[in-house]
């Protein structure tokens, strides 16, 4: 698969450079925004406003609305701190935040998970294609579902 390589974090070292690239792009690494990312990176597939609401709101001892976990998905997701799943508004963490590129994914349609891939060759002729059609800002968004190997059997 042709891709490029960059560098995955993981734990705090994640946390780190997620708020080192929110400060970057000028914005603040508040307690509400950490606990979000925390949340986030802590799942093992993509979770729902709703589901980071409920674990944020599970840590902090008392609710915490959705409309304010959106709109800091939002700031991620342009931030590039994470990826959104379209197809289920779910979200990922972004494990290399620092990396800008078009991204792939396979979603389990069993268990949910969801498997990150590079190759520029294929978002590469989606951005040609469309720009041959006559869009302008092509954003290749690309979601592949199916049945993971473990779900397979």
Do not use: C, M, W
């Given at each position: 698969m042709a891709g490029h390589s960059h560098h995955e974090h993981s734990g705090a070292a994640l946390v780190e450079?997620?708020?080192?690239?929110?400060?970057?792009?000028?914005?603040q690494w508040t307690t509400m925004r950490a606990?979000?990312?925390?949340?986030?990176?802590?799942?093992?597939?993509?979770?729902?406003?709703?589901d980071i609401a409920?674990?944020?709101?599970?840590?902090?001892?008392?609710?915490?609305?959705?409309?304010?976990?959106?709109?800091?998905?939002?700031?991620?997701?342009r931030t590039?701190?994470?990826?959104?799943?379209?197809?289920?508004?779910?979200?990922?963490?972004?494990?290399?935040p620092g990396c800008r590129h078009d991204c792939i994914f396979l979603i389990c349609d069993d268990c949910g998970i969801a498997k990150h891939l590079d190759d520029e060759r294929?978002?590469?002729a989606l951005r040609t294609a469309g720009r041959d059609a006559g869009f302008a800002d092509v954003r290749p968004v690309v979601e592949l579902r199916g049945l993971c190997n473990a779900c397979a059997g």
């Open positions: 450079e997620a708020a080192a690239v929110l400060k970057t792009a000028g914005e606990d979000v990312f925390d949340a986030l990176a802590s799942q093992d597939r993509p979770a729902s406003a709703y409920e674990e944020v709101g599970r840590r902090r001892g008392k609710r915490v609305a959705a409309n304010s976990v959106y709109r800091i998905l939002d700031l991620f997701v590039n701190l994470a990826n959104r799943i379209e197809s289920s508004n779910a979200y990922l963490a972004n494990t290399h294929v978002t590469g």
